[in-house]
């Protein structure tokens, strides 16, 4: 079986496409670059589709080595037959493919191993040929120095017997499907831990069980937390009776004293090493679903985090709240340069809050500030209020954004590298002025997992967590397009063919001299040759470029179509651009050429409408309640204002403006079924939720939107 076969079979894509994207990303194409310029290559696959592509080749390499390591192995021990040559170079089932090699893998000595040196094995096999009916009789033979009796000869064929079943293929096959079909995971609490403090949180599971097949990614992580911390055990079972039925079906063909012996080994078998091995592959396989699971709601919720709306290029005055240790301010200009700052005391215990207006009034009109962002922690509310009362000279929009991370940004090496001569207070602030101005281009350089937007974060696979983030983080920025002269390091890292070294390459270039002119250039930059400017050159954008494209999605080999295009119609590139009129006039057919083929075409005239459009909504000023500060003003069936700050696979976050923030149970987003919590809600978007239920001893909230 080729590559494209595999892949084929498990994503039924034609087999054609499949092959160009392989041939694609072995010329080090990108995954961005092959989705947005080489539609016509790949039969239009999306991003997803080529994701799942390049990491089912991966497995497909991985799995072929893994069988070339196994081969080798069994060769080594002198027991590779042509026969089991065949069914391990036939299967491309890695689970298959184990169990083949299962029976001459290097284990510790077993009881079987013990059996076999004291000259047992001939006794198994008659045994399991079920062809004496006097077993009993031919285990004497056996006794000697170091078999003592009849039953101690038995006893070590039994033992024998109980590993081949072990290691029998197609038991073990029938059996993990029996455990997939039936098994139930349970949980029970450590009596001797039951009453400690930190255990509460898992009391749901001190006594809970549930089908394996049904059970939420977020209950099975819990139970897991819950096991790993020590509060409960877990088990995974199946019914016994039906396990012992399929190997009783398997191996016994006759009645009598033999089959008696082997059903003995069947039942030693089966609790003493078949159920423990399935039982931990089941949950291992339920784990690597539920991780899935999780890891696609953080991903999820992270994209619709970075594609925020951005309020555009403002000069903002910025906020990081707080009580005792005063409110830090920071002004930034329209790049997010900063220009001035300085703490003021409005709150309690200082109360300054004459002084604090005044300072605010002379830093917005010494800075032409057009907004103002203030962060979400402690003392935002307060911190809102007061900034309301202030009576500027013209109009201000005031906006309170998330701070989830900007404490990790402000003591990051990024930060000390952006701002080395300021302390982690004026980096914060700095950094909630910059979500306003644009979400991505500042989420970009904090650690996905401090944003707070995951289920279970912690407990997932680290490694598939990390890879996910990072392909969604690639999405977002090669989607949006990048400000050559203006993105940051970390910005420019995720650019399509540029990564970490090329982006600090382009930063030193464009410190040494001066902003880019065109996109050409470029390849001035060292080390950034014509492989890497390929793959980069149209998700980057350039205001007032020498080439009017320059700041378009339009890729620079075809410019040349563009400007054919331009010149039939009698007008110059930039006369082209924008025209609705002249651009619906033309005949995408007429364009197609050997290396431009009709979809790039279209994508090339939906550009011309619109060069450079953001695909993100703008910024909108959100209110909460003004009369709701604490857990304590909040009453059962209110309601009121909220934003989504975090979806769940159970249901969906939404702050209404105090610290906690309140849960929409899945149930309760809309009336009837609900199978995705996305489908309804969307991070930070405005809602109006009603209060169900306030616990203020464990600090819950029950909302509902079904008002």
Request: some cysteine; overall charge neutral.
């Amino acid at each position: 079986m080729t590559v494209t076969e595999y892949i084929q079979q498990k994503l039924q894509i034609p087999a054609r496409n499949i092959a160009s994207a392989l041939t694609l990303l072995s010329e080090d194409c990108t995954i961005p670059f092959i989705a947005r310029y080489r539609k016509d290559h790949t039969g239009n696959l999306d991003e997803v589709q080529l994701e799942h592509i390049q990491k089912l080749s991966h497995y497909f390499e991985e799995l072929l080595k893994r069988k070339e390591t196994i081969l080798k192995s069994i060769a080594e021990q002198q027991a590779l037959t042509p026969e089991l040559a065949q069914k391990i170079e036939t299967s491309f089932d890695l689970q298959n493919i184990e169990d083949l090699y299962l029976p001459f893998r290097k284990k510790r000595k077993t009881r079987a191993d013990t059996a076999r040196e004291k000259g047992l094995e001939p006794l198994a096999r008659i045994i399991m040929s079920q062809k004496t009916t006097d077993p009993e009789n031919t285990a004497q033979r056996f006794i000697g120095k170091n078999v003592g009796s009849t039953e101690d000869a038995l006893q070590g064929a039994r033992d024998i017997i109980a590993e081949w079943l072990n290691e029998h293929p197609h038991i073990r096959k029938n059996l993990r499907r029996l455990f997939q079909r039936t098994a139930v995971i349970s949980s029970k609490v450590v009596k001797t831990r039951k009453e400690e403090a930190e255990a509460q949180k898992f009391l749901q599971y001190f006594d809970w069980q549930e089908a394996v097949r049904r059970i939420p990614a977020h209950r099975l992580l819990a139970m897991l937390r819950a096991a790993q911390e020590g509060f409960v055990r877990i088990s995974v079972t199946a019914d016994q009776n039906e396990a012992l039925a399929i190997m009783h079906k398997a191996v016994i063909h006759s009645q009598g004293a033999c089959a008696n012996h082997i059903a003995m080994a069947i039942a030693d078998s089966y609790k003493r090493l078949l159920e423990p091995a399935i039982s931990n592959e089941i949950l291992q396989e339920a784990k690597q679903k539920a991780d899935a699971a999780s890891i696609a709601v953080f991903s999820e919720n992270l994209q619709q985090l970075l594609l925020a709306a951005p309020l555009g290029e403002k000069r903002i005055l910025a906020i990081d709240p707080g009580f005792r240790t005063g409110c830090k301010v920071v002004c930034l200009d329209e790049k997010g340069d900063l220009l001035h700052n300085e703490t003021i005391y409005p709150h309690a215990p200082q109360n300054d809050t004459g002084m604090a207006m005044k300072k605010i009034r002379s830093m917005v009109n010494a800075y032409q500030i057009e907004a103002i962002s203030i962060g979400n922690g402690t003392a935002s509310r307060e911190t809102e209020a007061f900034i309301k009362k202030i009576a500027f000279d013209r109009p201000l929009q005031v906006f309170v954004v998330s701070e989830a991370g900007a404490s990790v940004y402000s003591a990051s090496k990024i930060a000390r590298e952006e701002f080395p001569s300021y302390d982690i207070t004026v980096r914060g602030a700095v950094s909630i002025g910059r979500r306003l101005a644009d979400p991505l281009a500042e989420l970009v350089k904090t650690d996905p997992k401090s944003i707070g937007v995951g289920q279970y974060q912690h407990d997932v696979d680290q490694t598939l967590l990390k890879e996910e983030l990072d392909r969604t983080v690639i999405r977002c920025v090669n989607s949006v397009g990048i400000n050559l002269n203006t993105a940051s390091r970390s910005l420019l890292s995720y650019v399509s063919g540029i990564g970490e070294k090329l982006a600090a390459n382009i930063v030193s270039y464009r410190s040494e001299n001066g902003a880019f002119g065109s996109r050409k250039d470029l390849k001035k930059v060292p080390r950034l040759g014509e492989k890497a400017f390929q793959q980069a050159a149209a998700f980057v954008r350039i205001k007032n470029a020498e080439h009017p494209l320059d700041d378009s999605a339009v890729h620079p080999e075809a410019y040349a179509t563009v400007e054919k295009m331009a010149r039939d119609l009698g007008l110059s590139t930039g006369q082209l651009i924008g025209n609705r009129e002249k651009i619906a006039s033309i005949c995408p057919e007429h364009y197609i050429s050997d290396h431009i083929g009709i979809l790039a075409i279209r994508d090339i005239l939906k550009e011309l409408e619109k060069p450079g459009l953001d695909p993100r909504k703008h910024a909108k000023i959100f209110e909460f309640d003004r009369n709701i500060r604490t857990l304590r003003d909040l009453r059962p069936g209110m309601v009121l204002p909220g934003m989504v700050n975090n979806i769940t696979a159970f249901g969906c976050f939404v702050d209404i403006g105090i610290k906690e923030s309140g849960l929409v149970h899945i149930s309760q987003l809309k009336e009837g079924y609900v199978q995705e919590v996305s489908e309804v809600v969307k991070l930070h978007q405005q809602v109006q939720v009603k209060i169900l239920e306030v616990d203020e001893s464990r600090k819950r909230i029950s909302l509902t939107m079904i008002l």
